[in-house]
């Protein structure tokens, strides 16, 4: 059965970062743990819950796609098992499928966003200003009509607790130089569009997605963190896309549906889950992995 985990503890190792889902950890050699927890934010806001095998879930899906699209462009993972550097009296079985040694990077700030379809903020800017990223769009455009062709629409790295804004590319010719901006931007775009060639013969569309990257000492750049998992992508089953309408996502949206339902301020601390949504999100997360990559957890 995939295990649970709300939060490591690997004493011993120096802890970096807790996010909303992963936890960094310090290693030698210019290397980095990574654990992805069960845990599950929604409006910003870290729920008690957890959502058991998410996060072994997430780190397989990324690790496939790592492996998928090594080709084009190279990755953060070093091939060191998990096992071997975690401190001596911790159980390996409860990190082998979610934890990985990566590489330590310079990140890029920027989040590094493909889209193939016209939802989300990009379908409110559109809107708006007909642009989405200083990129004209034609007009007459539905919500998640596909685009003529994948654009690259970069946004900030915003602080804890504020919200992510889409810039145009001459910002990020800005904030790193005009030739790690290109380099950037197309790596984006190809990942992007072998990905959603791959999963279209799936049966899912990949309507958007983001990456992040980083470089080393040398200025070599890698994609790194996590890779088209449900919740860097939308994910929609092509069997239910309709133009017009803003189609079901294997990710948490059973999660934001029921919390609208309820009497929340969408402040900590979160409510607590039912049982039902719980068990069905986990199932989207795992019919993702299923349908992609052909693996299912057990």
């Given at each position: 059965?995939?295990?649970?985990?709300?939060?490591?503890?690997?004493?011993?190792?120096?802890?970096?970062?807790?996010?909303?889902?992963?936890?960094?950890?310090?290693?030698?050699?210019?290397?980095?743990?990574?654990?992805?927890?069960?845990?599950?934010?929604?409006?910003?806001?870290?729920?008690?819950?957890?959502?058991?095998?998410?996060?072994?879930?997430?780190?397989?899906?990324?690790?496939?796609?790592?492996?998928?699209?090594?080709?084009?462009?190279?990755?953060?993972?070093?091939?060191?098992?998990?096992?071997?550097?975690?401190?001596?009296?911790v159980d390996p079985n409860l990190y082998a499928k979610r934890a990985v040694v990566v590489k330590r990077l310079k990140a890029v700030p920027i989040e590094a966003i493909a889209?193939?379809?016209?939802?989300?903020?990009?379908?409110?800017?559109?809107?708006?200003?007909?642009?989405?990223?200083?990129?004209?769009l034609p007009s007459g455009l539905q919500q998640a009509q596909q685009l003529p062709e994948p654009i690259f629409t970069p946004s900030t790295k915003a602080p804890k607790g504020?919200?992510?804004?889409?810039?145009?590319?001459?910002?990020?010719?800005?904030?790193?130089?005009?030739?790690?901006?290109?380099?950037?931007?197309?790596?984006?775009?190809?990942?992007?569009?072998?990905?959603?060639?791959?999963?279209?013969?799936?049966?899912?569309?990949?309507?958007?997605?983001?990456?992040?990257?980083?470089?080393?000492?040398?200025?070599?750049?890698?994609?790194?963190?996590?890779?088209?998992?449900?919740?860097?992508?939308?994910?929609?089953?092509?069997?239910?896309?309709?133009?017009?309408?803003?189609?079901?996502?294997?990710?948490?949206?059973?999660?934001?549906?029921?919390?609208?339902t309820l009497d929340w301020d969408k402040r900590a601390p979160g409510p607590k889950l039912p049982r039902e949504v719980i068990d069905r999100t986990r199932a989207k997360y795992?019919?993702?992995?299923?349908?992609?990559?052909?693996?299912?957890?057990?």
């Amino acid at each position: 059965m995939p295990t649970t985990l709300l939060e490591s503890d690997l004493p011993g190792l120096e802890l970096l970062h807790r996010g909303k889902v992963r936890d960094v950890y310090a290693l030698p050699n210019e290397r980095l743990l990574i654990v992805a927890s069960d845990r599950l934010s929604a409006f910003d806001v870290v729920l008690s819950d957890p959502i058991p095998g998410k996060g072994e879930m997430l780190t397989q899906i990324s690790n496939f796609w790592f492996g998928k699209t090594a080709h084009l462009v190279p990755n953060h993972l070093t091939g060191t098992a998990a096992a071997d550097v975690l401190p001596k009296g911790v159980d390996p079985n409860l990190y082998a499928k979610r934890a990985v040694v990566v590489k330590r990077l310079k990140a890029v700030p920027i989040e590094a966003i493909a889209r193939g379809y016209l939802i989300g903020s990009g379908w409110k800017d559109y809107q708006q200003t007909g642009s989405l990223c200083g990129i004209r769009l034609p007009s007459g455009l539905q919500q998640a009509q596909q685009l003529p062709e994948p654009i690259f629409t970069p946004s900030t790295k915003a602080p804890k607790g504020t919200h992510d804004e889409n810039i145009e590319f001459h910002e990020v010719e800005k904030l790193v130089g005009a030739g790690l901006a290109r380099q950037v931007r197309d790596a984006t775009l190809s990942i992007y569009e072998f990905a959603a060639a791959y999963a279209a013969e799936r049966g899912i569309i990949i309507a958007d997605t983001k990456f992040e990257f980083g470089t080393d000492a040398d200025g070599k750049l890698y994609v790194m963190d996590e890779m088209l998992t449900p919740d860097s992508s939308r994910f929609w089953p092509a069997d239910q896309y309709r133009v017009g309408t803003s189609p079901p996502s294997y990710d948490k949206q059973f999660v934001r549906d029921y919390l609208e339902t309820l009497d929340w301020d969408k402040r900590a601390p979160g409510p607590k889950l039912p049982r039902e949504v719980i068990d069905r999100t986990r199932a989207k997360y795992a019919e993702a992995l299923k349908r992609l990559a052909g693996i299912t957890l057990t």
